[in-house]
């Protein structure tokens, strides 16, 4: 339970790196809402619309994006004060590990990887199938019954060059594919309110119902198994699990907490890129979803494009063309920005010695920590290449409301250990709203299927056995212990 202390976060995270290693303050708060809408702005707005609409929600999906909205802001308060006292590389596992110790560092740390990695080779082939359908590129190669997902393979090497090569070059063009997916939502927004119809609307939450029939205890919720609750589709409790779902598509806005120790004034900006994230991603995920439901009936949206099929539902199927090209475009900036921020994860957890010093070296000339970065590129690519991963896509949820919870607590614990410590954003009414925040994270939990939660019980164990046999004795704060 060793911490690590803050003036030793800060001075890694200052001009001189602490010791020599440092990345290139080169970010503003623009760059900064382009990273967090390029990685939030994705799959959710294109597929969990349709989905959670038709299974769970109804018209009131849409309620379901508010409040899976709301949860993330209350994280997204903590994480901005946290992140504006101590902006540097590793968000919430720096964050743990100066105030709740070394072990639940690292398991927070083991937990973004898999979040982030695992988000992005999810998204890969994502994208390959969408590039397939806009090009009718051939199946057999492309697509979710290939041998090997060429396309999901070709899209992550190509992007994890980018982000080696350098911040701003990641920057630019995720700033580019961000323009172009919000441009398209917009006009998605505008063309679908043309043919809304309020009959689709009503009831905006249809009653309850049973569901699940011959469903095993391991695909439902765990509140549900925990407390002997029947399976049940739409009504208040279908709108909660929608919630809980869509969640999914907020994940990854802390990527921008990422990115403190390469922003040029992180205690002005790092708030700034947070809130403008989730402000513009929760305003465009809830006009889109108000539009689908309006313009088709819940019970006939196809999940699969769900926007796409709306407009060809009402006989302007032209525009499914644009929504594919948004698609792509949204698509590539979410893998670009999971790789960008899981190479600044290991980077910080290299720094302090629970991972190799050798992975997190910074390339003199571009800035970036290149061998980590590389390295979970080819990892990213094999796992995008080989392995479907649509069955393990609610690990990425899990994974984010874990590390929620874990920044959530930090901030009261924080101010406790060290009232002094400058805040240049303060979370208001705290500890009530880091404590409501971490509930909120936890009862979203509850809603995921009990397999989810073994899987994810299972990669904590494995980061254990690593940690238990590596970083325990190896790390930054051990050796100097011992030194001393």
């Not at 919430?92 to 740390?109: K, L, S, V």
């Not at 082939?125 to 060429?150: D, I, K, Q």
């Not at 070059?169 to 006009?187: E, M």
């Amino acid at each position: 339970m060793r911490t690590k202390p803050i003036a030793d976060v800060v001075a890694q995270g200052g001009d001189d790196g602490g010791d020599g290693q440092q990345l290139r303050r080169r970010l503003g708060p623009l760059d900064l809402m382009g990273f967090g809408i390029g990685i939030v702005i994705g799959t959710g707005i294109f597929t969990l619309t349709g989905i959670e609409a038709r299974d769970h929600a109804g018209p009131a999906v849409i309620l379901s994006f508010v409040l899976a909205g709301v949860a993330s802001l209350l994280a997204a308060l903590c994480y901005a004060e946290l992140a504006s006292s101590v902006p540097t590389a590793g968000s919430a596992y720096t964050y743990a590990y100066a105030t709740m110790g070394e072990i639940i560092a690292w398991i927070i740390g083991w937990d973004l990887v898999l979040e982030f990695a695992l988000g992005a080779a999810v998204v890969a082939r994502g994208w390959s199938g969408y590039l397939a359908e806009l090009l009718h590129l051939p199946g057999s190669v492309f697509g979710e019954t290939s041998a090997v997902n060429v396309g999901a393979v070709l899209i992550t090497l190509v992007l994890g060059g980018v982000a080696t090569l350098g911040i701003r070059q990641s920057s630019r063009v995720t700033n580019v594919l961000v323009a172009v997916k919000v441009a398209i939502c917009l006009f998605v927004v505008v063309a679908g309110a043309f043919f809304l119809r309020t009959a689709n609307l009503t009831p905006f939450v249809p009653p309850a119902q049973p569901s699940g029939a011959g469903e095993s205890g391991l695909t439902r919720p765990l509140s549900q198994v925990l407390f002997g609750l029947e399976p049940s589709a739409f009504g208040i409790a279908g709108v909660l699990t929608a919630a809980a779902v869509v969640f999914f598509a907020y994940t990854g806005f802390e990527a921008v907490a990422n990115l403190g120790e390469e922003t040029r004034r992180p205690k002005r900006d790092l708030p700034l890129g947070l809130f403008g994230t989730l402000a513009v991603s929760a305003l465009l995920y809830v006009l889109v979803s108000f539009v689908v439901v309006g313009m088709v009936d819940y019970r006939e949206i196809d999940p699969g494009a769900p926007i796409a099929s709306a407009f060809s539902a009402v006989g302007a199927g032209w525009a499914s063309a644009l929504v594919s090209i948004a698609a792509v475009a949204g698509l590539t900036s979410v893998i670009l920005v999971d790789i960008v921020a899981i190479g600044r994860i290991g980077f910080a957890m290299s720094r302090d010695g629970l991972l190799p010093a050798a992975a997190g070296a910074v390339h003199p000339r571009w800035g970036t920590p290149y061998r980590t970065t590389l390295v979970v590129t080819a990892g990213i690519a094999l796992l995008a290449g080989l392995v479907p991963l649509s069955s393990l896509a609610n690990l990425v949820s899990i994974g984010t409301l874990f590390a929620f919870v874990i920044v959530s607590a930090a901030v009261p614990i924080l101010r406790r250990t060290m009232p002094d410590l400058e805040r240049p954003f303060r979370v208001p009414w705290s500890p009530v709203v880091p404590v409501v925040s971490a509930l909120a994270c936890l009862y979203l939990m509850t809603n995921l299927s009990v397999e989810t939660w073994l899987r994810f019980l299972a990669w904590m164990v494995l980061g254990l056995v690593v940690y238990l046999g590596y970083g325990r004795r190896r790390s930054r704060v051990a050796t100097a212990g011992r030194v001393s």
